[in-house]
């Protein structure tokens, strides 16, 4: 029987923490074309009304957070042979691809029959399989070991995987769509969606079946505590909401200028495929430089490191002003961006994991899911905002997908949404991160529960 002591030193293997990470890869893959792609799909593609489907997805993010901090709270009180967080990975891999693909199987009902197609599979995919999957599987992090190097190596084999997706996903889907039919063309993003379902599945299962649970702390008193005082005990880890804080502010950054990428892309630049081969340079800087990361992290701490890599986001945020219709100078700033985004992404799970540590210090109690949960809650809500923003934004201006040139007021909000609006996040950010103290005080908080633990034993 391991002790807890061994359980806050044992060493993950590499193919542990790749399994690990094709859960992200898979996860990504799925995210970025609901998150990125799929307006896209329902205004030129389908020729629905852009401010009807913003308003959609923005109702549709408000269950969805609501969603996460439920199955957080039930993943909490699950107890199976599997665990209580790999257990949800079997069960929903295979709905959750498949529900993936009739994503854009649209039918053909009239518009009113379509919004309810839309709002039906949208809320399927993302309020309740993603979040019935994707809950579980972030919270794995904090159960597959409690030390702190480990989880943060386990972050980067996350974070790498998961940027891979997303560069395979804004490098692929729309050269693939183009090849299968264009992007006008419905059959196309029905082939597509139903690829990446398939291998978001398979992913998610290789993720399972490789990955242990071996912190397994949590006492059947603990599994017996209600929902009120659950929220409670978050409430009072202040670790834990200054990083609900940073996902807000950093998700509503990036969820606007992502959402009206394709658009800038195709209006601006004159090439919607340019979109993708932006993401791709950005996020190929970032898994180039995320693997690097660790001596960095080990030296000068998460926050630190963090916050290095904000102040560069913004820079290269603030240089696309110099010449924003040149496509080869936005290749220069995605660069920067990349190296920006690289120590963010390397950082915020695993200080995520480390305040669910903090939490049961203070508390006495263990809530990794419903902490988790509530995490993405605020990133699921702040990435719908985000988006309703530009969407809305866009309808207010006179945006119509249906036309081949957009009005002087359409151009000039998808201008200032993709150029000016992150700007006003990512000034937020370094202040925030400047409030983060745990990396200092982790080291006690560890040695302090594992003290509590033995007595218990």
């Known amino acids: 029987m391991k002790t807890v002591e061994s359980v806050y030193t044992e060493k993950i293997g590499v193919g542990e923490k790749l399994a690990y990470g094709c859960g992200d890869l898979a996860s990504n893959l799925v995210m970025v074309l609901t998150g990125t792609y799929i307006s896209f799909f329902y205004t030129d593609a389908l020729g629905l009304n852009v401010g009807i489907v913003g308003t959609l997805i923005l109702i549709s993010r408000f269950f969805d957070g609501f969603t996460d901090i439920i199955m957080g709270f039930i993943m909490d009180k699950t107890k199976s042979k599997h665990g209580k967080a790999r257990a949800w990975m079997l069960w929903l891999a295979i709905p959750f691809g498949v529900c993936t693909a009739l994503l854009t199987m649209v039918p053909d009902l009239g518009n009113v029959g379509k919004y309810i197609y839309v709002f039906i599979s949208y809320n399927v995919v993302t309020t309740f399989l993603y979040t019935a999957i994707n809950i579980p599987y972030g919270a794995l992090n904090s159960l597959m070991t409690r030390d702190q190097t480990q989880r943060e190596s386990i972050n980067v084999f996350r974070m790498t995987m998961a940027q891979i997706g ?168 995605n660069i920067v961006k990349g190296i920006g985004s690289a120590p963010l992404m390397a950082t915020l799970f695993a200080m995520m994991a480390d305040s669910i540590e903090y939490g049961h210090w203070k508390t006495g109690v263990r809530i990794e899911g419903t902490l988790y949960s509530a995490t993405t809650f605020g990133a699921k809500v702040g990435g719908g905002v985000g988006m309703v923003a530009a969407t809305t934004v866009l309808g207010m201006a006179g945006y119509n997908g249906a036309l081949a040139v957009q009005s002087e007021s359409a151009l000039r909000a998808i201008s200032n949404l993709y150029i000016y609006a992150p700007i006003i996040f990512l000034v937020i950010l370094p202040i925030l ?25």
């Open 433 to 457: 991160y400047c409030f983060y103290k745990l990396d200092k005080q982790y080291p006690q908080v560890i040695k302090e529960l594992t003290e509590r633990e033995n007595k218990n034993k």
């Open 166 to 333: 997303g560069l395979i996903i804004n490098a692929c889907t729309l050269p693939f769509i183009n090849a299968v039919g264009g992007s006008t063309n419905q059959s196309s993003w029905m082939i597509v969606s139903s690829v990446y379902g398939f291998i978001a599945a398979a992913l998610f299962l290789l993720c399972f079946a490789k990955t242990k649970e071996r912190v397994n702390v949590v006492s059947d008193e603990d599994r017996k505590i209600g929902f009120i005082k659950t929220l409670k005990l978050m409430m009072k880890n202040d670790a834990w909401l200054l990083i609900c804080a940073i996902w807000i502010v950093n998700i509503l950054g990036m969820a606007i200028g992502m959402g009206v990428g394709v658009y800038y892309a195709k209006y601006i630049l004159h090439n919607e495929a340019y979109f993708g081969f932006l993401a791709v340079i950005q996020q190929g800087v970032s898994i180039v430089l995320m693997a690097m990361m660790m001596p960095f992290v080990k030296r000068f701490g998460k926050r630190n490191v963090a916050l290095v890599g904000t102040i560069i986001s913004l820079i290269s945020q603030l240089l696309i002003i110099v010449n924003p219709a040149s496509f080869s100078w936005l290749v220069v700033c």
